[in-house]
């Protein structure tokens, strides 16, 4: 039997980033960033006003009260970025928007509440100091600084400062295409009237809202037949499309669960019983030919089983070639508050509810009856935000004792 580390350390050896593209700004938001961004020049390139007024010589104004204000010709009125700087000579002020460069001369900006905003002529009732309302040069990013560091996840504020910068492309990992395959004759689709006997379909949903939760794009497909001409042409249709492709069932011993039977051929897969609870039945390998050689993962088909193998073997391995560095979710130590008997030899992984902080601590209990654990299912694992972790040498959980903790959610 295959401990749960070999596997996982399996898959993520044979997977390697999806290879980098360069992507327009709107493609890029979730991916990973592969190489740095370097600014070019300074942002902005010149010193521009921080609000609207006028731009002065701060010596000019200095003088300024409300009783006595300084009176200063208006020579021009800059009001787009788009025009070239003006140059401010000595007793001479420029009404400007905010955002414009800045005059050539000029070191402050007077706002217009402290003015009588003229045109022609402008009455200046407070003094300024230099630099006084201006954002200088070089104030959002230098030339020569790495602004967004290769191996960062793009959102909304990257890709903000990535347009600032005057970039339309970035060269990123793109966001990994996964096919997720739920096999077996007794599946049925939900909201669907079927006749005879089945279980409606739970896997291909849940697992494409997990992997588009990593940021990777889900492409569920419905369920498909045992029959094994049926399933090697839906699997083999799907790898033009896929970077990863998931299958949920068909793995067990009986003669009508045909995966195995079909995957044998079609490329490298090796299956295995790996030391896990819940769901023991699991493969890993390739399918595919030549330019098409695409990865494949077999889970198990009980939704519980598929759902913590996938956050076990696969997030990891989806965040891996995504081009992520931090592939796990955090964990942290709790006490038990209950006591219950895990399987011997298996690492088991319990729906769990888990309390407390990192200052006083963490509780956790199982979510099902810890008399009845082995009997877990779905609607507890909905109801749990962690996962406890029993290692395999251990068979028996007590009360109080350090039980490692993955965590679902916040």
Same mark, same amino acid.
């Given at each position: 039997?295959?401990?749960?580390?070999?596997?996982?350390?399996?898959?993520?050896?044979?997977?390697?980033?999806?290879?980098?593209? +360069?992507?327009?700004?709107?493609?890029?938001? !979730?991916?990973?960033?592969?190489?740095?961004?370097?600014?070019?020049?300074?942002?902005?390139?010149?010193? $521009?006003?921080?609000?609207?007024?006028?731009?002065?010589?701060?010596?000019?104004?200095?003088?300024?009260? /409300?009783?006595?204000? &300084?009176?200063?010709?208006?020579?021009? +009125?800059?009001?787009?970025?788009?025009?070239?700087?003006?140059?401010?000579?000595?007793?001479?002020?420029?009404?400007?928007?905010?955002? *414009?460069?800045?005059?050539?001369?000029? +070191?402050?900006?007077?706002?217009?509440?402290?003015?009588?905003?003229?045109?022609?002529?402008?009455?200046? =009732?407070?003094?300024?100091?230099?630099?006084?309302?201006?954002?200088?040069? !070089?104030?959002?990013?230098?030339?020569?600084?790495?602004?967004?560091?290769? !191996?960062? =996840?793009?959102?909304? =504020?990257?890709?903000?400062?990535?347009?600032?910068?005057?970039?339309?492309?970035?060269?990123?990992?793109?966001?990994?295409?996964?096919?997720? *395959?739920? &096999?077996?004759?007794?599946?049925?689709?939900?909201?669907?009237?079927?006749?005879?006997?089945?279980?409606?379909?739970?896997?291909?949903?849940?697992?494409?809202?997990?992997?588009?939760?990593?940021?990777?794009?889900?492409?569920?497909?419905?369920?498909?037949? /045992?029959?094994?001409?049926?399933?090697?042409?839906?699997?083999?249709?799907?790898?033009?499309?896929?970077?990863? *492709?998931?299958?949920?069932?068909?793995?067990?011993?009986?003669?009508? +669960?045909?995966?195995?039977?079909?995957?044998?051929?079609?490329?490298?897969?090796?299956?295995?019983?790996?030391?896990?609870?819940?769901?023991?039945?699991?493969?890993? !390998?390739?399918?595919?030919?030549?330019?098409?050689?695409?990865?494949?993962?077999?889970?198990?088909?009980?939704?519980?089983?598929?759902?913590?193998? @996938?956050?076990?073997?696969? =997030?990891?391995?989806?965040?891996?070639?995504?081009?992520? $560095?931090?592939?796990?979710?955090?964990?942290?130590?709790? @006490?038990? /508050?209950?006591?219950?008997?895990?399987?011997?030899?298996?690492?088991?992984?319990?729906?769990?509810?888990?309390?407390?902080?990192? /200052?006083?601590?963490?509780?956790?209990?199982?979510?099902?009856?810890?008399?009845?654990?082995?009997?877990?299912?779905?609607?507890?694992?909905?109801?749990?935000?962690?996962?406890?972790?029993?290692?395999?040498?251990?068979?028996? &959980?007590?009360?109080?004792?350090?039980?490692?903790?993955?965590?679902?959610?916040?």
């Amino acid at each position: 039997m295959l401990s749960v580390q070999a596997h996982l350390a399996e898959i993520l050896a044979g997977l390697s980033p999806v290879p980098p593209l +360069d992507v327009v700004l709107g493609d890029a938001a !979730g991916c990973i960033l592969a190489e740095d961004v370097r600014v070019d020049v300074d942002v902005p390139a010149h010193a $521009t006003a921080a609000h609207d007024g006028y731009a002065v010589r701060a010596d000019d104004v200095h003088p300024a009260t /409300d009783a006595a204000p &300084v009176t200063l010709p208006v020579v021009a +009125d800059l009001w787009s970025a788009a025009e070239a700087p003006e140059r401010l000579v000595t007793g001479q002020s420029v009404r400007i928007s905010s955002g *414009v460069a800045l005059p050539v001369g000029a +070191d402050a900006v007077v706002p217009l509440d402290h003015t009588d905003r003229g045109t022609a002529q402008v009455r200046v =009732r407070r003094s300024v100091g230099v630099g006084s309302g201006v954002r200088r040069a !070089g104030a959002d990013a230098r030339a020569g600084q790495v602004v967004l560091a290769a !191996g960062l =996840r793009l959102g909304a =504020r990257q890709i903000s400062l990535a347009a600032a910068l005057g970039r339309s492309h970035l060269r990123v990992h793109p966001r990994p295409r996964v096919v997720i *395959v739920p &096999v077996g004759d007794e599946l049925r689709v939900p909201g669907r009237r079927s006749a005879g006997a089945g279980v409606f379909e739970a896997n291909a949903q849940a697992l494409a809202i997990a992997v588009e939760d990593t940021g990777a794009v889900a492409i569920p497909v419905a369920p498909v037949s /045992d029959d094994r001409a049926h399933l090697r042409e839906v699997l083999a249709d799907q790898l033009v499309r896929a970077d990863l *492709v998931l299958t949920t069932g068909g793995l067990s011993e009986g003669s009508h +669960d045909t995966l195995k039977d079909v995957l044998g051929p079609l490329g490298t897969v090796r299956f295995d019983h790996v030391a896990l609870a819940p769901g023991r039945g699991h493969g890993f !390998g390739t399918i595919g030919e030549d330019d098409s050689v695409v990865p494949i993962v077999a889970l198990p088909g009980h939704p519980v089983a598929a759902l913590v193998a @996938y956050e076990v073997f696969v =997030r990891p391995a989806l965040l891996e070639i995504a081009g992520h $560095t931090d592939l796990f979710r955090p964990s942290v130590v709790a @006490y038990a /508050d209950a006591e219950w008997n895990s399987p011997a030899g298996l690492r088991e992984f319990v729906p769990a509810h888990l309390t407390g902080s990192p /200052d006083e601590g963490y509780r956790v209990v199982p979510v099902a009856d810890p008399r009845a654990i082995d009997q877990m299912s779905l609607s507890s694992l909905a109801a749990a935000n962690a996962l406890a972790v029993v290692p395999e040498g251990e068979s028996f &959980v007590r009360l109080g004792s350090r039980v490692h903790c993955l965590v679902l959610e916040g």
